[in-house]
């Protein structure tokens, strides 16, 4: 994919720099989107125009030389870093380097990512060169609208998603309940053995995660609480589920809460608002509308119904106690916010809609889609019905 860049050409020009750097590895997805290139150890890509990469060593100059969409690739010996180590250090010696290779395409100024190394940006200032860190993000905004392409990467990874949380549901409602516990193949099933399951179908489909939730009673009450340990019958459990292509590295994201018995009246009218809440929030979302406009939607359920939000009240530690959304995309978490003081939605951003309630006396309940903004709506890549009791 060859991303639109022009933003970022008219960023520099207003901001009279003549360059933007970044060092870091790809798993900084700014880096990942510029340079193109996935390698593990930190790596520095100039953007002048056009794309550069410079490796302090040569472990991935051929394979940048094949995959990197950059228009050079060079490498630390290519501007005497040896020699440079040898006669200064290796932190000023490397700050020679790199100040030489900028010299090379005439760059005597750049802008950085807000999360520069500072050692680095003392550095290049030590040489001379001007180095200012950008507030605005530049290249993580660019990213926050993706691509048709982008779309469907996510789009894929949604698939393998959506087959992950059906055998997490299948495991649950195949279990059987002993003592209010709920068990599987004779032993208690816990949140960890259900966690495996979706680690293992997401392989299957080429993706991965670090982590899941998998969360049952007071666990679920805790938006991020992870959950462990065995299952209860008649609680809520919180399956939210978040891999990333293994291909493509993009992000899909996806909550829905299950209940294997009998749920209380209170967890069912839990559930049905939050369901409520989230088509009320699905609705609000097109072109022009604000992230703020979108989480009122679902706070605007939830206070109607006498049930706190963070926006009725700032202090509230029950009720609805997080933002509606999310950018999606290279990161799981990113750009734009739906939440409060979120500005414009645009179309090609991919984002989240996810209400939840919260309360250690009940459990938790929270769902999940995950959209794409369109010209004159959204297009939900979600494709896995709700259903709580199971």
């Not at 209010?180 to 179908?201: A, D, F, N, W, Y």
């Not at 703020?292 to 963070?310: F, K, R, S």
């Not at 009240?313 to 734009?336: C, K, N, Q, R």
Request: proline share 5%; net charge negative.
């Amino acid at each position: 994919m060859e991303p639109d860049l022009s933003a970022l050409d008219e960023h520099l020009h207003r901001l009279d720099v003549d360059g933007y750097l970044i060092e870091a590895d790809s798993e900084e997805a700014d880096q990942y989107y510029l340079s193109g290139f996935d390698a593990p150890d930190p790596f520095v890509t100039l953007y002048d125009g056009a794309v550069h990469l410079l490796f302090g060593r040569s472990l991935e100059y051929g394979r940048a030389l094949r995959e990197a969409r950059a228009e050079t690739v060079e490498r630390g010996s290519d501007y005497d870093y040896e020699r440079r180590v040898e006669a200064h250090g290796r932190h000023e010696g490397w700050s020679r380097t790199l100040a030489a290779f900028l010299r090379a395409y005439g760059v005597e100024s750049v802008a950085t990512p807000p999360r520069f190394p500072l050692q680095t940006a003392d550095g290049l200032r030590g040489q001379d060169i001007a180095v200012q860190a950008d507030d605005e993000g530049v290249v993580t905004e660019i990213r926050a609208s993706k691509a048709d392409e982008e779309v469907e990467y996510v789009r894929r990874a949604q698939r393998a998603n959506e087959a992950a949380m059906g055998r997490a549901e299948a495991l649950l409602a195949g279990a059987t309940v002993e003592s209010g516990v709920l068990h599987h193949e004779g032993e208690p099933l816990t949140s960890e053995r259900v966690k495996e399951e979706i680690e293992v179908t997401l392989l299957r489909h080429g993706c991965a995660l670090d982590e899941t939730i998998v969360a049952c009673g007071t666990d679920a009450a805790d938006p991020h609480e992870r959950g462990s340990g065995p299952l209860a019958a008649g609680e809520p459990i919180i399956v939210d589920i978040f891999p990333r292509s293994k291909q493509t590295r993009y992000h899909a994201d996806m909550t829905r809460t299950f209940c294997r018995g009998d749920p209380t009246e209170t967890v069912r009218e839990w559930y049905d608002l939050t369901a409520e809440a989230k088509q009320a929030a699905l609705a609000a979302v097109e072109p022009g509308a604000t992230g703020e406009a979108v989480h009122a939607a679902a706070c605007d359920v939830y206070e109607a119904a006498g049930l706190p939000t963070l926006r009725a009240d700032p202090t509230a530690e029950t009720g609805f106690i997080h933002s509606t959304g999310h950018g999606v995309g290279l990161e799981v978490h990113e750009l734009p916010h739906v939440a409060e003081n979120a500005g414009e939605l645009r179309p090609g951003q991919v984002i989240t809609i996810e209400p939840g309630l919260y309360d250690p006396e009940v459990g938790g309940i929270r769902l999940e889609d995950i959209v794409v903004v369109t010209a004159d709506g959204y297009e939900n890549l979600t494709d896995y019905e709700e259903s709580l009791a199971i």
